[in-house]
Structure formats: structure tokens, C-alpha cells
Antibody, heavy 117, light 109 residues
Framework: EVQLLESGGGLVQPGGSLRLSCAAS????????MTWVRQAPGKGLEWVST????????YYADFVKGRFTISRDNPKNTLYLQMNSLRAEDTAVYYC??????????WGRGTLVTVSS | ENGLTQSPVTLSLSPGERATLSCRAS??????LAWYQQKPGQAPRLLIY???NRATGIPARFSGSGSGTDFTLTISSLEPEDFAVYYC???????????FGQGTKLEIK
């Protein structure tokens, strides 16, 4: 079964850091762009960042530029999101998703990040 | 940024009825217009890609249409499991970025 499984969420203080991981299984991970999408409690979906299959290009929403870094380890079939300088408004469930020609055809179950003192 | 506006915000219908959900873009959208269904506590699920193509395993009662700035998701006859929140999404070509609509909640009347 094709699958994405996020981990690494938790409670962190404002200004702190957290690293999310997303383990992919049963598809050719290295040929697909991968994306992080987040959803604040009771709110809609919000694109965060995308990385192409090779890892050579990355793209970010304006609200995370300079604070978050997306990366991938293709031999390990794993996607990462390094989040620094976290703010209360970054509190959300973070989903990783596989892109397929502009849409996201596979999603993980999400990992909750809570930024609070 | 190409914003997406969904309407209505909430749609109250009964099982067996037809649902029509709208997504309007502030600028013309390429073919990358998708629709997702999300149930409480679950991840979104892709329903429609490229405006009108059903994703794998999606029942035929779901259909998508539209082009340019106006897009529609139609559910021909609502099943109890269809009551959920629906989002549209588009991709801008350069630089690549992705935008979601604010969602339409489809609730049981």
C-alpha cells in the first residue's frame, strides 16, 4: 500500500525549533515533487512548501520564507521540514503530500505542531 | 497571488439530492484545478484533478467542470458519506505555488 507517515510534531515554545519527517513507502519517491500543507485548528488548508524530486529546487509560502527549510533524502524515502523561529500562528496539523501534475494525490495522516509557552 | 473563492460557505442538503459547489479564481487558472474532500479528523482526499478528471477510486457521482476562472464540483446524488468539507486548489506555474479555497461545508439538512 502506498503511504506517507509524518512524525516529529509536538509542543514547542515560541521562538523554538522542530523538525518534521515524512516517510514514504511503496512508490518511487525520488521522481515526485513533495509538499507540506498545514491546517490550523478549525481552519482551511494552507500550502507551506514544495521540493522537486531531485531536491534541486524548493519553493515556500511567503509566511515561512527564511524560517522553514524543506529537504529530502531520496535513498531513505523521507521528506523533512525544519521549522525555526516558530510562532503561535504556526500551530497546525502539518500534512505531507505527494504532488502529481499540480494536485496532491496522496496525503499522510498529519502531525500536530503546537507553539505555546 | 491567484485567490480562490468557494461558494457557498455552507450547503445544507439531504441524501439523494444534487450538490453543486463553486470555485472562482481571481485570475484565469491553468488546467491545475483540483477538488478535495475532507472529513473530520482525516486528511484530505483528492477527488478531481485537472478540473474534470476523477482520481482513482472516486465514484462516478462526483464530477468536475469549468475553465478559466469558474469551476464546479457536482455530486449527482448525495450519499450519507459525502457530507464533509470540500476544497478547491490550484497551482500557479511560476514560481510554483499552490492556493486552496476556503472550503465549502456540505452538511445534512
Amino acid at each position: 500500500e502506498v503511504q506517507l507517515l509524518e512524525s516529529g510534531g509536538g509542543l514547542v515554545q515560541p521562538g523554538g525549533s522542530l523538525r518534521l519527517s515524512c516517510a514514504a513507502s511503496n512508490f518511487t519517491f525520488s521522481i515526485y515533487a513533495m509538499t507540506w500543507v498545514r491546517q490550523a485548528p478549525g481552519k482551511g488548508l494552507e500550502w507551506v512548501s514544495t521540493i522537486i524530486g531531485s531536491g534541486g529546487s524548493t519553493y515556500y509560502a511567503d509566511f515561512v520564507k527564511g524560517r522553514f527549510t524543506i529537504s529530502r533524502d531520496n535513498p531513505k524515502n523521507t521528506l523533512y521540514l525544519q521549522m525555526n523561529s516558530l510562532r503561535a500562528e504556526d500551530t497546525a496539523v502539518y500534512y505531507c503530500a505527494k504532488e502529481n501534475w499540480g494536485s496532491f494525490d496522496l496525503w499522510g495522516r498529519g502531525t500536530l505542531v503546537t507553539v505555546s509557552s | 497571488e491567484n485567490g480562490l473563492t468557494q461558494s457557498p460557505v455552507t450547503l445544507s442538503l439531504s441524501p439523494g439530492e444534487r450538490a453543486t459547489l463553486s470555485c472562482r479564481a481571481s485570475q484565469s487558472v491553468s488546467s491545475y484545478l483540483a477538488w478535495y474532500q475532507q472529513k473530520p479528523g482525516q486528511a484530505p482526499r483528492l477527488l478531481i484533478y485537472d478540473a474534470s478528471n476523477r482520481a482513482t477510486g472516486i465514484p462516478a457521482r462526483f464530477s468536475g467542470s469549468g475553465s478559466g476562472t469558474d469551476f464546479t464540483l457536482t455530486i449527482s446524488s448525495l450519499e450519507p458519506e459525502d457530507f464533509a468539507v470540500y476544497y478547491c486548489q490550484q497551482r500557479s506555474n511560476w514560481p510554483p505555488s499552490y492556493t486552496f479555497g476556503q472550503g465549502t461545508k456540505l452538511e445534512i439538512k
